[in-house]
């Protein structure tokens, strides 16, 4: 049973007393190893489902995670990604798992990664 339930732009997050149990993007799990046709960045997951919906200021949001304004902002903003500490930061304040965030900037950078496999000068390995 969901108590938060927040859609905008195909992104959904469903929550519940014991946390996120639902997060996706246009019906996908971000949880999935399904690769997404290019993923939000987690920054504007953590804005548009987090903050906004809580009536939050940048300023309010990063003194509450115990990080700079700068350093919230540049997430929020697609500059930066989410690190290991800042993932366990949003899981305590957003009572979300670290995981979650994590998978999403992975899928987030490995879909961009993607983009350029065509020019990655690579050879394959092969045993002799």
């Known amino acids: 049973m969901s108590i938060l339930s927040f859609r905008h732009k195909g992104l959904k997050l469903a929550s519940t007393a014991a946390g996120v149990v ?3 993007y246009e019906g996908l799990p971000l949880m999935s ?3 997404l046709h ?3 960045h987690p920054g504007e997951v953590l804005r548009e489902l987090c903050i906004e919906p ?3 200021t940048v300023t309010e949001a ?3 995670l115990g990080v ?3 350093a919230l902002s ?3 903003n697609g500059r930066a990604g989410i690190s290991s500490e800042m993932a366990v930061r949003l899981s305590i304040a957003f009572n979300t798992t670290a995981e979650s ?3 999403q900037q992975l899928q987030y950078d490995l879909w961009h990664a993607e983009q350029s496999r065509k020019r990655l000068k690579v050879r394959k390995l092969t045993a002799a």
Request: hydrophobic share 40%.
């Open 22 to 24: 639902d997060v996706n």
């Open 33 to 35: 190893p399904t690769r």
């Open 38 to 40: 290019n993923p939000p």
């Open 54 to 56: 809580l009536g939050l």
């Open 62 to 64: 990063a003194d509450a």
């Open 68 to 70: 700079s304004r700068n």
């Open 74 to 76: 540049s997430i929020l």
């Open 101 to 103: 965030w994590l998978q």
